[in-house]
């Protein structure tokens, strides 16, 4: 597989009936990209029957003759593994749809596109593309391994069994890790299929995610993970294949010239090292450990093979889980901006997290809800639970942080918090209909001050028209309240804040998050132990 992999196009296509911004596109990427452009759908045929394979075709929807529609679908059916954006100065709502529908795009960006964001997509678009043809190679692979061992004779019929089953493994492995969402999931994939090839458990696993030569081990896990660096101790025998970059693809070691730090990356008597190739160097190896051990060519390839797909995918979620990291940052600063203006709430951003993810675990697992509440459903709502109280910029001081309760009028003030939040997610939602955790926070802001029995605020809504996320918050929101300190109260007990939420369902809160609430309540108090606001 490592030899046909090698071969997979990583070309990119720029289409546009703008000749000056082909040119620039082509000056601004070509250092990152292998760059092809063409003026216009009919030429842009043209070149890719002459030129291609091409991995990523990005086109403009605007053009002369054939439009971007037509023309990325002429490019879908005939090259329907291309990966397809499009990149068009028209916003209008009705084009994206029309492109996404029509076009089998993967991506819609809008010119002019950040230089940033316009890499990152080309980057994720190579990376998809490359997994895609993985796939394919092995599909054909297994086909044709088929064919051959069907004409195999009896006394190969153990040969057969286990190219069979290695090239199964590969293959359903290619498969599987498409659909994981993120970077621990293929981790634990990984050594996994590595178990099953090689029918050896002791495995470890060193990554380098920064390529930085400071390898950690990520298997097994550990609290306090150990760490190597691969120019250090220039004696040892991996350390000087990795510094050197000469290890493999694969490794078969000479346990008598191995020596002690050498030994401290394997979990058992040292047998190989397989590597994991990154963009500019080595990004991991999987050791494996054992005595007398002995595998067969297919299954050293098989293992090679897998290992190649697991560094294209790792980076590819590395890549997202560092943008995804950035915009919880954003979330946090955004949320800390009510936080400061009202210090008393101390860590109730963390425990309201702590929270949402302990009701959305027990709901998910009930009949009524577990088409409903998907891992992704309760990402979101996890991470926009802060946004809760955005609004809260908007109230005047004199009344945020007034000391003693608040009269009737100030109440009424206190409560277009949810209003001025709902409203200002809204708007950014509207500018980014993509992003989900922003439709989850706006819906939260709006509706966690919603009553079940339609007696809340700012819309009276009632029952299941009040939506699940405010919900889920609306109940840990008031126990957070209830067992917390205010300048007005003192935190109550336990049992009574547990009775006060109990006495609510059906009223203020939603039966079954009540119920969900009430089988783990011991949890709850934990955190909120855990957790207490430093006084």
């Known amino acids: 597989m490592t030899e046909s992999s090698a071969n997979i196009s990583k070309k990119i296509l720029f289409v546009d009936d703008e000749v000056l911004l082909l040119e620039g596109l082509k000056r601004q990427l070509r250092k990152e990209f292998d760059i092809t452009v063409a003026e216009g759908g009919e030429a842009a045929l043209t070149i890719m029957a002459d030129h291609g394979p091409f991995a ?15 023309f990325l679908n002429a490019v879908y059916r005939r090259y329907p593994q291309t990966l397809l954006v499009m990149l068009t100065g028209r916003a209008e709502l009705d ?28 980057t994720s678009s190579l990376e998809q593309y490359r997994l895609r043809m993985s796939e394919q190679l092995l599909k054909a692979q297994l086909q044709q391994a088929n064919q051959q061992l069907n004409l195999l004779n009896d006394h190969l019929e153990t040969l057969v069994m286990q190219k069979t089953r290695t090239l199964q493994v590969q293959y359903h492995y290619v498969a599987k890790i498409t659909q994981m969402n993120n970077s ?49 101790s220039p004696e040892r025998i991996i350390a000087t294949a990795l510094a050197d970059k000469h290890i493999g693809p694969r490794i078969t070691l000479d346990k ?27 990004l991991g190896l999987l050791n494996l450990a054992g005595d007398d051990v002995q595998l067969e060519t297919d299954t050293l390839e098989a ?37 400061y203006r009202d210090p008393e709430t101390g860590a109730h ?42 609004g809260k910029v908007g109230i005047p001081d004199a009344i945020l942080k007034k000391p003693d309760r608040l009269t009737p009028d100030e109440f009424e003030i206190m409560k277009t918090h949810a209003l ?40 009276g809504l009632q029952g299941e028209s009040i939506p699940l996320v405010a919900r889920i918050l609306a109940l840990v929101d008031v126990y957070d309240a209830l067992t917390c300190r205010r300048v007005y109260k003192p935190p109550f007990p336990r049992e009574r804040a547990k009775a006060l939420i109990s006495e609510g369902s059906g009223t203020h809160f939603d039966p079954d998050i009540v119920d969900a609430f009430l089988n783990n309540e011991a949890e709850f108090y934990q955190i909120a132990e855990q957790y207490a606001d430093i006084v």
Request: charged share 20%.
């Open 56 to 70: 990523v075709v990005v086109s403009d929807y605007n053009m002369p003759g054939m439009d971007g529609i037509e």
């Open 95 to 122: 084009v994206a749809v029309n492109a996404l529908h029509h076009a089998h795009i993967a991506r819609f960006i809008n010119k002019p596109c950040p230089k940033e964001i316009l890499q990152e997509t080309l």
């Open 184 to 232: 621990q999931a293929i981790i634990n994939a990984l050594v996994n299929a590595a178990s099953d090839l090689t029918q050896l458990r002791d495995i470890t696993l060193w990554l380098s995610p920064q390529l930085d030569g400071q390898f950690t081990c990520h298997y097994p896990i550990d609290p306090e993970p150990s760490a190597v660096h691969a120019e250090s």
């Open 256 to 282: 008598d010239a191995l020596n002690a730090v050498d030994e401290s990356l394997f979990c058992g008597q040292p047998f190989m090292s397989v590597e994991l190739p990154g963009k500019q160097g080595v």
């Open 303 to 339: 293992l090679t093979g897998i290992a190649d797909v697991t560094a294209t995918a790792l980076q590819s979620h590395w890549h997202r889980e560092a943008f995804d990291d950035a915009q919880d940052a954003i979330i946090s600063a955004l949320a800390k901006l009510s936080e």
């Open 349 to 390: 951003l963390l425990r309201l997290k702590k929270y949402c993810a302990l009701i959305c675990r027990f709901l998910a697992k009930t009949d009524k809800y577990r088409d409903i509440i998907s891992p992704e459903f309760t990402a979101d709502l996890v991470r926009s639970s802060p946004l809760h109280d955005i």
């Open 420 to 459: 001025i939040g709902g409203d200002t997610l809204r708007t950014v939602y509207d500018k980014y209909p993509s992003q989900s955790f922003i439709k989850c926070g706006m819906d939260v802001a709006y509706g966690h001050h919603e009553k079940w029995n339609g007696s809340g605020y700012p819309c």
